[in-house]
């Protein structure tokens, strides 16, 4: 098997895959057991599979096995992947792993039919059971030769046609520029825009708002004033830019407007979460005013809990950031920080940058503990 095809720990069983017929009937084909001579394959309409997953048990032992996945087909070999799942005889949890399978293919075109021999698990991985692994491999080895041996062509057809349309999809180039990086020693919101603010009129009042974003931004045309609703209350600046201080006065149409779009799910109020321990509990700007930052480019947001807090991590070259929920680390054999943000690494100067996108194994490399430190805080 290819190396690529040894990644057997895929999250996800895509929805639409090899619709392949690994079926437990007494009034089927084995799969591993070529077709009879002369005979023929029966019509496509007829070989279309059972819903998901398969079962079978063998000596008190019950094997799963859910949709395949297709790896590749070149018209005679087949090769594709399947989640699985076993429970032991006595257990009440099954363990999950992943199996690879191979088959030989014969077309009939005159009927749009697929005849399967030859069908083989090649291999079966369980992380939280590897010495049980063989005996699982045989078992849905049995399974494989147990179910029909046909299936639409179209249906393998339509499946090869998503593998080659996801093999070129992920060719494309992913674009990662870094994003301006803010660290906050305080509370603090982001307010992101879209690019440059677009403001509309709000009919029937004196004010604009901005269209481009989420949060409700509005202006008054009158005074130029801006106004954010933010938890409970509004902020007022004279630009967008700041400074946001707590309005003490909010003109009518400001509020009513917040009401009524709000009611109309255009915007997000920016209420914020409910405490915990206590539902009704809101949080206030009574409580103090957060820093607020309006941003019209990608922007990430940091908050420390006061000046950042950097711990040691054993026996490894890495210091993180304790007081965040961020992910935060500085490499002591480059100074350089480290910064996991929206799934991408990037690095500079402390926490001033200038910011750099680098690959996460290129983070691998650059320290051997990074995999045991770097993912257990990611």
């Not at 201080?245 to 779009?261: E, G, I, N």
Request: aromatic share 8%; net charge positive; with cysteine.
């Amino acid at each position: 098997m290819p190396a690529g095809r040894k990644r057997m720990t895929r999250g996800v069983v895509r929805g639409l895959a090899l619709v392949c017929a690994f079926t437990v009937t007494s009034m089927s084909v084995p799969l591993g057991a070529a077709a009879q001579p002369g005979q023929a394959p029966p019509p496509a309409q007829q070989v279309t599979p059972d819903p998901w997953p398969r079962t079978i048990t063998v000596s008190g032992v019950k094997y799963s096995l859910y949709q395949p996945q297709l790896d590749k087909w070149d018209g005679y070999d087949l090769e594709a992947h399947a989640a699985v799942s076993v429970v032991a005889a006595g257990a009440k949890a099954p363990i999950f792993g992943v199996i690879e399978i191979t088959a030989k293919t014969t077309v009939a075109r005159a009927s749009r039919t697929v005849q399967f021999t030859s069908i083989t698990v090649q291999k079966a991985t369980f992380p939280s059971a590897p010495q049980q692994a063989a005996q699982y491999q045989q078992g849905f080895q049995t399974m494989a030769t147990s179910g029909r041996s046909t299936m639409s062509l179209d249906r393998l057809e339509a499946m090869l046609a998503i593998q080659g349309a996801e093999k070129k999809a992920r060719m494309v180039p992913v674009k990662n520029d870094p994003p301006k990086i803010v660290f906050s020693k305080t509370a603090a919101v982001l307010v992101p825009i879209d690019g440059e603010p677009v403001w509309r009129p709000v009919p029937g009042t004196g004010l604009e708002r901005v269209l481009n974003t989420r949060p409700l931004v509005l202006r008054d045309t009158a005074s130029g004033r801006l106004y954010l609703h933010l938890l409970d209350g509004f902020l007022e600046a004279p630009a967008l830019a700041g400074p946001w201080t707590l309005a003490k006065s909010v003109p009518p149409d400001v509020s009513a407007t917040a009401a009524k779009l709000a009611k109309e799910g255009v915007v997000d109020l920016m209420a914020g979460p409910s405490d915990d321990k206590d539902p009704k509990k809101k949080p206030s700007l009574k409580n103090g005013v957060p820093a607020t930052v309006v941003a019209t480019t990608p922007t990430e947001l940091i908050v420390t809990d006061g000046a950042p807090d950097w711990v040691p991590i054993e026996n490894s070259s890495l210091v993180y950031v304790k007081n965040t929920t961020g992910n935060v680390f500085l490499y002591m054999n480059d100074q350089k920080t480290y910064i996991l943000v929206a799934g991408r690494w990037f690095r500079g100067a402390y926490l001033t940058g200038p910011w750099e996108y680098v690959a996460g194994r290129t983070c691998h490399r650059t320290s051997p503990r990074w995999p045991t430190t770097a993912r257990r805080r990611t």
